[in-house]
């Protein structure tokens, strides 16, 4: 069974950085994508980034594009989501989702991941 951690949600300063992390186990393949979400109130859930356990390749969203790097330490088996110069508008609950059955495709439809972690709050406030 497939389960997913998040943590390092916190409130920060518009411009400050933030680091999530997703702690990953129980992957019966070693072919899947990792994503992050996010959704703010009263907005529809927003794919922001994914990684591919085959060869690393990384995916974005214009609205994180430049300022939110994803990367993954193997051994740790985390997934983590640097983001820096941080906007109001990138307040919400961050969610990381696992896609075990798209081959490592890198993708941001919410439908495609099948499982999700709790989430973490992000919120971004002078």
């Known amino acids: 069974q497939v389960q997913l951690v998040e943590s390092g949600g916190d409130s920060v300063q518009p411009g400050g950085s933030l680091r999530l992390s997703c702690s990953a186990s129980g992957f019966a393949t070693n072919y899947y994508t990792i994503g992050w979400f996010r959704q703010a109130p009263g907005k529809e859930r927003e794919g922001i980034s994914c990684?591919?356990?085959?060869?690393?390749?990384?995916l974005y969203s214009n609205s994180v594009k430049g300022r939110f790097t994803i990367s993954r330490d193997k051994a740790k088996k985390t997934v983590s989501l640097q983001m820096n110069n941080l906007k109001p508008e990138d307040t919400a609950v961050y969610y990381c989702?696992?896609?075990?059955?798209?081959?490592?495709?890198?993708?941001?439809?919410?439908?495609?991941?099948?499982?999700w972690g709790q989430g973490t709050q992000v919120t971004v406030s002078s």
């Open positions: 990684i591919s356990s085959t060869d690393g390749s990384t």
């Open positions: 989702a696992a896609d075990v059955t798209g081959w490592g495709i890198i993708h941001l439809r919410a439908n495609g991941y099948g499982y």
